[in-house]
């Protein structure tokens, strides 16, 4: 039910975002999914990868502050209000989001939208109970 992802802590300096980038591609591991958001002193990666466990090896080695965090992946209508109505499901159920970033590709012809909650398992639950689709590790790598 939760998938994997890979957060980054990443310097600010000219260059960093595209050797992360070089060092994951040289070495056949594909970005489905990226969100970066920054400070004035590092950034902050959070992406979905094709292979969880080299990509995060590679990174520990070769300097990276990095660790795997479980998301859900949720099938959202890719229509207006889809996201919408997901998000009443949730205020209905008084859970809170961290944070979520879309996925880059579309699943069944609808939209994917990654959350991480500050109750993950409540969240899930309350979510498949209203008939939402939660995507699996294998449906994402697909």
């Known amino acids: 039910m939760f ?5 980054v ?17 040289g ?3 594909d970005l489905s999914a990226l969100s970066i958001a920054d400070t004035s002193n590092f950034g902050l990666i959070r992406a979905i ?11 520990q ?3 990276f502050a990095a660790s795997l965090t479980p998301v ?4 959202v209508a890719d229509a207006p209000s889809g996201l919408a109505a997901i998000l009443q499901i949730l205020r209905e159920g008084g859970l809170s989001i961290e944070y979520l970033y879309s996925f880059m590709r579309r699943i069944n012809h609808e939209a994917v ?3 991480r909650f500050d109750q993950p398992e409540p969240a899930a639950k309350l979510l498949l109970s209203r008939g939402v689709r939660l995507l699996s590790q294998e449906e994402i790598a697909s």
Do not use: M, P, T
């Open 113 to 115: 939208i990654l959350f």
């Open 61 to 63: 080695q070769n300097g």
């Open 27 to 29: 070495n056949d591991i």
């Open 72 to 75: 859900l992946a949720v099938s």
């Open 9 to 25: 802590y990443i310097e600010n300096h000219q260059g960093r975002l595209a050797d992360f980038c070089a060092l994951l591609g």
């Open 3 to 7: 998938i994997q992802q890979l957060s």
């Open 49 to 59: 990868v094709s292979d969880n466990e080299k990509a995060l090896a590679l990174l």
